[in-house]
């Protein structure tokens, strides 16, 4: 049998209710997040407050909804405190972007069902997946909006994959020329697409002289560092006009003109749907 266990409450009137003295401080930028949500949005999750219309739960929300002038859906839970607060948002977890595309491919969104295909062909991080198949950016709306991915609206083609496919096997074989056993990180692989898609560039002449250079290796992290090292090994007693200088892809002048420090990640915090 059903049973009503509790009621939902509206009110636009917000100064009823009260801060719980030592909830933790609502960030500006979370608010920031949850206003372009709601504001594209908004689905009714009411806040929990206590008898004494302490929010226990759900701050962020009120602060948004308050700045945005909509009403307050609330629920009253009484003798409810600090530690029902930390308990309630002690295990929230945010969407990633892998949880993005595994629930569009679930849904038969063959754009995802390909990308998904990719990282599990590269056992390579979605977001460096991306990047290599010049996904890289977060496209349409505000910053704090839902991108066009979390929309489901990425085009990810079997070209697409293809590319990934051909940078990561241009990877394997630089590292095996060289030796290495540093694990690549994201830099490397960003390098292997940026001078496999330079004209001019010989892959055969690539992995000769990595062969030959394999001592004086040094892996990067920085994007700009990474090409001067390709650009070394791969000039090796090569002169005039047959050097290729990769480093010039971030001055505009490379194979393709891509601004590669707006790549697209795995979420660091940018995700809105569990904020409190």
Same mark, same amino acid.
């Given at each position: ?5 509790? @009621?939902? !409450?509206? #009110?636009?009137?917000? %100064? ?9 401080? *609502? +960030? ?81 969104? @063959?754009? !995802?069902? #390909?990308?998904?295909? %990719? ?9 460096? *997946? +991306? ?146």
């Amino acid at each position: 049998m059903n049973r009503v266990i509790g @009621k939902i !409450y509206q #009110t636009d009137d917000y %100064g009823m209710f009260k801060r719980l003295p030592d909830n933790r401080d *609502v +960030l500006e930028k979370r608010v920031r997040k949850l206003v372009a949500s709601i504001s594209e949005k908004y689905l009714t999750n009411p806040i929990i407050v206590n008898e004494n219309m302490e929010i226990i739960d759900g701050q962020g929300r009120y602060e948004a909804l308050k700045h945005l002038g909509k009403p307050i859906d609330y629920i009253v839970v009484h003798g409810a405190g600090s530690e029902d607060c930390k308990r309630m948002n002690r295990f929230n977890t945010k969407w990633s972007t892998l949880d993005f595309a595994k629930s569009f491919a679930k849904a038969g969104n @063959k754009a !995802y069902i #390909t990308l998904l295909r %990719g990282v599990n062909a590269t056992n390579l991080p979605i977001g460096t *997946v +991306l990047r290599l198949a010049n996904h890289g950016t977060k496209a349409g709306g505000t910053s704090y909006a839902m991108s066009k991915f979390e929309k489901g609206l990425l085009d990810f083609t079997d070209l697409d994959y293809d590319k990934v496919i051909r940078v990561h096997k241009a990877a394997d074989e630089i590292t095996y020329a060289l030796q290495t056993t540093h694990r690549r990180n994201d830099a490397f692989y960003t390098a292997v697409k940026i001078i496999t898609e330079t004209e001019n560039y010989s892959h055969d002449k690539m992995l000769r002289n990595c062969a030959a250079l394999r001592s004086s290796y040094n892996q990067m992290s920085a994007l700009k560092d990474q090409l001067v090292e390709f650009e070394r090994i791969y000039n090796y007693r090569t002169s005039g006009d047959k050097k290729l200088y990769f480093s010039d892809y971030l001055r505009g002048k490379g194979a393709a003109v891509r601004d590669y420090g707006k790549t697209y990640s795995p979420y660091d915090d940018t995700d809105i749907s569990t904020l409190k």
